[in-house]
C-alpha cells in the first residue's frame, strides 16, 4: 500500500543515517523496520520517535581521533545478543574499533558496526551470544584482511563477550555442550580462532561497547555507551 511505500522510504533515509554517522538508532531503525508489514502504526510512532531522538541529538558526530603506531594493526569486536525479545529470533550487535590501546580497550576508532536479527533460531541466551560472537568475527575477519593489505602487517583480534557462559563453551571447544549442531560448527569455528591467536575476552555489560546496538537504553546508560561509541557533541 502507499502508506507501506512511504514507511519504507521514511526508513530507508534515517538508516542511512544510522549506517554512516550514527550507531546509537541502528537498533531502533531495526526495530521500526520489523513492524513496517506487521502493524504500520507501530512502525510509524517508533520512527517519529527516532526523528524526535535525532533532533535533540543533532550536534553529535563520530569523532576519529589519530592512532598509535604500535596500535594500527589491531582490531576489537564487541559482539552482544538479545536473546528472543519477541519470542522468535534473538538480536545481535555488533562494534569493532580500529586502533584501541592496550590500557583502554574503547580508545580505538569505530569503524563498523551493526544491528540486526539473527538468521537462525536459538534456545538460549548462551547460543544468541555464540552466534553473535561468529557472526562479529567474521566481520571482522574481513576487514582484517583489507586493513592488513594496506599497512602490510599482520592483524590482532580482541572478541570482547559479555556472557561468561558463552566465554566458556568457545574455551572449551570440543569438550563444550552446544546443543544444536548449526551452532556447534560456529562455536567451534570461534574456538579455532581463538586457538590460533584471537584474544578472546570476558567484558562486563557496563563495558559492552555493542549494548546500545540490542537493546533500547535508560536515559542514565545511554549516555556513557555513547561515549564509548565516540558520539560527542
Not at 38 to 59: G, I, M, N, W
Not at 93 to 113: C, E, K, Q, Y
Request: glycine share 6%.
Amino acid at each position: 500500500s502507499g502508506d507501506t511505500i512511504n514507511l519504507l522510504a521514511i526508513i530507508g533515509s534515517i538508516n542511512w543515517i544510522a549506517l554512516r554517522t550514527r550507531p546509537d538508532i541502528s537498533w531502533a531503525v531495526s526495530r521500526a523496520a520489523h513492524y513496517v508489514t506487521r502493524d504500520p502504526h507501530e512502525a510509524f510512532r517508533r520512527l517519529k520517535h527516532v526523528c524526535q531522538y535525532l533532533l535533540a541529538t543533532l550536534s553529535f558526530r563520530l569523532v576519529f581521533q589519530p592512532i598509535s603506531s604500535n596500535c594500527i594493526h589491531t582490531l576489537s569486536v564487541y559482539t552482544d545478543a538479545s536473546f528472543a525479545p519477541t519470542g522468535a529470533e534473538s538480536h545481535e550487535g555488533l562494534v569493532i574499533l580500529h586502533g584501541a590501546r592496550p590500557d583502554d580497550p574503547t580508545s580505538g576508532n569505530v569503524v563498523m558496526w551493526k544491528s540486526v536479527r539473527q538468521r537462525l533460531v536459538t534456545k538460549s541466551t548462551c547460543e544468541s551470544e555464540l552466534l553473535a560472537c561468529s557472526n562479529g568475527l567474521e566481520q571482522a575477519e574481513n576487514l582484517g584482511m583489507q586493513l592488513a593489505e594496506a599497512t602490510r602487517t599482520p592483524i590482532a583480534y580482541t572478541l570482547h563477550c559479555d556472557n561468561s557462559a558463552a566465554c566458556k563453551q568457545i574455551r572449551d571447544g570440543p569438550n563444550g555442550s552446544f546443543r544444536t549442531r548449526h551452532i556447534s560448527v560456529k562455536g567451534l569455528w570461534v574456538h579455532q580462532m581463538v586457538s590460533l591467536g584471537v584474544d578472546l575476552q570476558f567484558t562486563p555489560t557496563t563495558k559492552q561497547v555493542a549494548d546500545a546496538l540490542t537493546k533500547g537504553l535508560g536515559a542514565q546508560r545511554l549516555p556513557h555507551v555513547m561515549s564509548q561509541l565516540h558520539l560527542e557533541m
